[in-house]
């Protein structure tokens, strides 16, 4: 049982660039959660999906895109990245909506050059 | 706008003393409010959840308090160690909202 994977662990893009960050948990988690953190800053939600098939913006969407391919996997996309995206991403999923509790993938630490 | 402040941004003990991290919140309608430890290059990893009706919660040397009245929530660190350097971040859950409103977490470093 492996809980929350994130993929990959590093990553450095030129601006313009475009990149996938790929999530997956085998927990049989519903709901599952994109978020970014920066220095002095608590996570800030980007996008979450409540169950397979639905995705909604949170409260830092502009310039990503998500995709729940599968009850397992939730990826996020940065179209044209820039330097304001520098920034770890963590990934998170829990059994119910906001009740329960979160558990965090490592993370994957992104610098825009 | 739902907040959490959490106090102080950075503190040094040495190891086997104790020490007190403070969280503030205006979360309302409250559900819960959870504590994490962050690993320097990790994901946060939960410590205790505690509902309106709980005013304490411990976790081996981790205790939380919560007053629910006054919105305030403390976590205790007793006999610390070298492992406990980490960041803790306070995160409040409101009953009506998917969302979770994150503190931007107190680092606490233990030294020999």
């Known amino acids: 049982n492996a809980g929350v994977t994130q993929t990959p662990k590093f990553q450095v893009l030129k601006t313009g660039q475009s990149m996938t960050l790929q999530c997956a948990q085998d927990m049989n988690h519903n709901s599952m959660y994109w978020y970014r953190q920066d220095p002095g800053m608590g996570l800030r939600l980007i996008y979450y999906s409540a169950s397979e098939g639905t995705t909604d913006k949170g409260e830092v969407p502009n310039g990503y895109n998500v995709s729940r391919l599968n009850k397992r996997e939730f990826s996020l996309r940065l179209e044209s990245a820039a330097p304001s995206q520098t920034s770890v991403y963590f990934c998170?999923?829990?059994?119910?909506?906001?009740?329960?509790?979160?558990?965090f993938g490592p993370g994957t630490r992104l610098t825009v050059t | 706008k739902n907040q959490v402040e959490q106090s102080p941004q950075s503190l040094i003990i040495l190891e086997g003393k104790n020490c007190t991290l403070q969280c503030n919140y205006t979360v309302s309608p409250f559900s819960n409010l959870r504590w994490y430890k962050q690993d320097t290059g990790r994901g946060p990893v939960s410590l205790t959840i505690m509902t309106f009706s709980e005013n304490t919660k411990s976790n081996g040397r981790y205790t939380a308090t919560l007053d629910a009245d006054t919105k305030q929530s403390s976590l205790h660190i007793t006999a610390s160690q070298l492992s406990d350097s980490a960041s803790y971040i306070c995160?409040?859950?409101?009953?009506?909202?998917?969302?979770?409103?994150f503190g931007a977490g107190t680092t606490v470093t233990v030294r020999a």
């Open positions: 995160v409040v859950s409101s009953q009506y909202d998917y969302k979770l409103s």
């Open positions: 998170a999923s829990t059994a119910r909506g906001r009740g329960y509790e979160q558990y």
